[in-house]
């Protein structure tokens, strides 16, 4: 006899047993997890979700059926064999029809869903899987090889030749092993980095790297927001960090995850990001029944790709249905065991599909994750890729579409397909409902940081319209600028046909115009952010070249414009006052003097020894005694002194030696002077030649000037690739000359310039030029002709539409003279003469066609020195004489007594050259 429990206990036993042999209807679904996928139980609950999806829905199953859970172990496998004899055992127990196998459950396996799917089908994989594989998994997520291929175009689109990969392990690294290869073909110069468990290092790293290009891949999208967190509190502290607006990221991970609070601090951080989503109908997901908090848009990615690999189940599951209702079967019959997986294969033999598998292969729906379709390897098909690109305030702005099968668009939207490859950004390129990108660099008058204006000016406001919510002091936007360029935009943006539009200026992080780099293709400056697409549009004093042409389309021109030269204006140069004695060099200076001092010691010689000349001729009697000392030592430099200044001399050499000396001296003197005088004005016009420059040939004629431009500008590059041989000769110069003559901007040209006393020139664009001319000190000057005609224009990506609709604005402003008003606004008008140089055009004509005082000034030094050592030796005269004598003196002729003295004595023999008396009279000195 059995006990009372030992019946009670048979009774469950056959009751547990009939449940589970009545209710055939019941349908397994199960997955193991790994370490991140079963914490908290959050993917168990995902498919738990999905389950009660198909559940209520009574489209899937008939009211006899049931889609149920039955879960397994959660500990990872450290090797492949576990691992998969783990699973097997788990599909052999359970008889599941369907099973989900991330990878977390064998992190060393590389891809153990598409290891699995070879012993037995349908497995389903939420990984990145592994490239080319040959997984025949029911693949969620794209596969490496589609994902490589979208890669490629990305990189094709945004033209970038140089950037930094970062990944954080190998199987990331071997998953981008189609991008690697296209490198090479590219002539991508891609620079890796791995990202290690130190992510300050990383961060370090990438500062170091000196690259603005960052793309980043890695297995686990944890990995990806670890480092831009990092990276965002450097920023905090204030220190440089990759994430700034000096950066491009592109997040090679799908779907990355965006909590507000993170989404707030990359727009904070300015950083420009580009970032990918599944494409997905919003609408249909606030049905879904979820028991978690966050709303299913902001679920991590495989935790979405889980969910609609429960769903495509259930699509599965109802096509097998109605096709066995088709062929009679009714009730718990519809869905019998064979839907169970099958068990691996004990040896190496393929192993046979449930019928479950086939009708998978021909689901098509719309999951949270975009259409769920999959070929015939099991691949993820038929989807969508959404990009987001852009930075603060546009961080999610759409650009494009990237479609994996361009058939199934055009069937599904029944138009045709208008783009090249996969990648579609028609509607982004015509700028509707979207925010305009625009780039430009400070340059005055063409834009000025607003608030360095107001400090500059004090109380005057700008004249644009200003934002409600900016204050004094504090603009946000396009608030924070001002200029030419501003005023030029908001006209077009009026002018524009078909296109209302918005736009946020922000300026070239390398504050460059933009010229493409030496033995690369890469472009620096507003060029290279147009060029990779970063912005839509360069807006500033943008040369039009032709080798810029190539990179980019430029509209109609706004402002002709050409190269000129930069100069301190020639009154203000400070010359050395004696500058006029430069006409001869030191040592002929002192030649000159010795010569001198020679010749009036051989005049000396000879009055003092030669038979002939003025003394033996007074000694003899044949002359007046006077005369003996015509040619003493003084007399002698006296004699030279005024042939010298072409003047009038008392007496001549009377010898034949000393008249042949005299000649000889006059030859020379006369050379001398004519030499001195015809070189003379060459040293007092040093500065105003360079005024009067028109062409090239006239400013390699001067040697005495440095000239330069700006390093790797367009007018550099204009002397550079010009094939005119002047145009060379000056690239030449510039390229030879020390110092070298290169800046790195118009500012510090213009600041060389004024620093350069007359010694510098600097050679750019007239607009700018002309403009910094006119600013106070007042102290340059836009000299001689335009070397080069130029003009300035928008730059728009190659092929964008914006092209001919900014064009058409332009032209539109020009015909009604818009362009005109604006231009005289900014550089003629529209200033306080406190502000500007008054009568510019007089004043530059000023000390550049005439001598001024400060090119006279060593003439008058050298007159007022000679009057005060004539004054000096005025009194040294006087005070000899007074000491001499004792008494003042004055002397009276023809007897008469001297003024206020009572007598006197008479002192015979008279003084001077007249010393003989006259008509019998006598000159007397009276003391």
């Known amino acids: 006899m059995l006990s009372t429990t030992t019946k009670i206990i048979w009774v469950v036993l056959i009751i547990e047993l009939y449940v589970h042999v009545v209710q055939p209807g019941d349908v397994k679904i199960s997955a193991l997890f790994g370490q991140e996928t079963s914490r908290d139980n959050q993917y168990k609950s995902v498919i738990e979700d999905g389950i009660r999806y198909i559940n209520r829905n009574k489209t899937f199953l008939s009211d006899v059926h049931t889609l149920m859970f039955v879960g397994g172990s959660n500990t990872p496998s450290n090797s492949v064999y576990s691992a998969l004899d783990e699973v097997c055992d788990h599909i052999s127990s359970e008889r599941m029809s369907a099973f ?25 994989s939420l990984d990145h899987g592994s490239f080319e594989s040959g997984s025949i998994a029911f693949k969620m997520h794209p596969s490496p090889e589609d994902m490589n291929a979208f890669y490629i175009d990305i990189m094709h689109y945004f033209n970038w030749l140089n950037f930094v990969l970062v990944y954080d392990d190998d199987k990331a690294y071997e998953n981008l092993e189609g991008m690697l290869n296209e490198a090479s073909l590219n002539r991508w110069n891609i620079t890796v980095v791995k990202l290690g468990n130190n992510l300050m290092d990383t961060v370090d790293n990438l ?20 480092l831009m967190n990092e990276a965002l509190r450097v920023l905090e502290r204030g220190e440089e960090s990759p994430v700034s607006s000096k950066y491009h990221w592109i997040v090679g991970n799908l779907d990355l995850a965006m909590e507000r609070e993170f989404y707030d601090s990359l727009e904070d951080s300015n950083v420009y990001l580009t970032r990918f989503t599944m494409n997905y109908t919003r609408e249909h997901q606030y049905a879904l029944p979820t028991s978690i908090n966050t709303p299913i848009n902001e679920w991590p990615l495989r935790e979405r790709l889980a969910f609609d690999a429960v769903i495509a189940v259930g699509h599965a599951l109802k096509t097998y249905r109605l096709d066995r209702e088709k062929a009679g079967n009714t009730g718990t019959s519809v869905l019998p065991g064979d839907t169970a997986m099958p068990n691996c294969p004990t040896s190496a033999t393929t192993p046979a599909d449930n019928d479950l598998t086939d009708h998978l292969r021909e689901v098509s729906f719309e999951g949270v994750t975009g259409n769920v379709a999959f070929d015939g390897n099991g691949n993820r098909a038929n989807y969508t890729i959404t990009i987001f690109s852009g930075q603060a305030e546009t961080l999610s702005q759409m650009r494009g579409d990237w479609v994996q099968s361009i058939d199934f668009w055009e069937a599904k939207w029944q138009k045709r397909w208008e783009n090249e490859g996969r990648l579609n950004v028609t509607y982004y ?40 919510d900016a204050t004094e002091g504090v603009y946000k936007g396009n608030d924070r600028f001002e200029g030419y360029i501003m005023d030029l935009l908001d006209r077009v943006k009026t002018h524009v046909k078909g296109l209302d539009f918005d736009y946020e200026v922000e300026l070239v992080p390398d504050g460059q115009y933009g010229i493409k780099k030496r033995y690369s293709d890469i472009w620096t400056g507003m060029i290279g952010e147009v060029v990779r697409k970063k912005v839509d549009i360069a807006a500033g004093p943008l040369t039009v070249t032709e080798e810029r042409e190539d990179a980019v389309d430029f ?8 190269i000129q030269m930069l100069i301190k204006h020639p009154k203000k140069v400070q010359h050395n006052p004696f500058r006029l004695f430069f006409v001869f060099g030191i040592e002929v200076w002192f030649i000159n003097l010795i010569v001198f001092l020679l010749v009036s010691v051989l005049l000396f010689v000879f009055n003092y020894f030669d038979p002939y000349e003025w003394k033996a001729i007074a000694e003899r009697g044949e002359a007046d005694e006077e005369n003996a000392g015509n040619f003493g030592c003084l007399n002698s430099m006296w004699f030279l002194t005024t042939t010298l200044f072409l003047q009038s001399f008392d007496k001549s050499p009377r010898s034949n030696a000393g008249r042949c000396l005299a000649s000889f001296w006059w030859i020379f003197v006369l050379i001398m002077v004519f030499l001195y005088l015809t070189n003379l004005s060459f040293f007092v016009n ?24 700006v390093k790797e500008g367009a007018t550099y590059d204009f002397f550079w690739k010009s094939p005119v041989p002047e145009y060379q000769r000056i690239w030449q110069h510039m390229n030879t000359d020390k110092p070298v003559p290169y800046v790195n901007s118009v500012a510090e040209g213009v600041d060389r310039v004024r620093k350069g006393n007359g010694n510098y020139a600097f050679i750019g664009e007239s607009g700018e030029l002309s403009y910094r001319a006119s600013q106070k000190p007042c102290d340059l000057l836009v000299a001689g002709g335009i070397l080069s005609r130029t003009s300035y224009a928008l730059a728009v990506q190659k092929g964008s539409p914006l092209a001919a609709q900014l064009s058409s604005a332009i032209e539109t402003l020009r015909d009604t003279g818009v362009l005109e008003d604006l231009q005289r606004e900014w550089w003629d008008l529209d200033e306080p003469s406190r502000y500007r140089c008054a009568n510019l055009t007089e004043y530059e004509r000023e000390a550049v066609f005439s001598m001024s005082a400060n090119d006279l000034q060593g003439t008058y030094y050298m007159l007022l020195i000679g009057i005060g050592f004539s004054l000096l030796m005025f009194i040294a005269d006087f005070v000899c004489k007074e000491t001499c004598t004792g008494k003042p003196t004055r002397s009276v002729r023809n007897g008469g007594p001297s003024s206020g003295m009572g007598g006197g004595m008479p002192i015979g023999g008279g003084i001077g050259s007249g010393s003989q008396p006259q008509g019998g009279g006598e000159e007397k000195m009276w003391i």
């Not at 040093?686 to 400013?699: E, M």
């Open 429 to 468: 390129q015509h700028g509707h409902d979207r925010v305009i990108r625009i780039v430009s660099v400070l340059a005055q008058p063409f834009l000025f940081n607003r608030e360095e204006v107001l400090d500059r000016r004090g109380e005057r406001r700008n004249k644009r319209q200003i934002s409600d």
């Open 207 to 226: 500062i170091e790297q000196n690259n603005s290009n960052i793309f980043i891949y890695c297995s686990s999208e944890v990995r990806v927001r670890d």
């Open 100 to 124: 989900i196998l991330p990878e977390d459950k064998c992190p060393q396996c590389d891809d153990i869903a598409g290891i699995s799917s070879h012993a037995s089908n349908p497995i389903f």
């Open 686 to 709: 040093t500065t105003k030649r360079l005024a009067l420059v028109k062409t090239p040939h006239d400013l390699l004629q001067q040697i005495e000037v440095s000239y330069g431009v």
């Open 555 to 562: 509209t109609y021109p706004f402002m002709s414009s050409g």
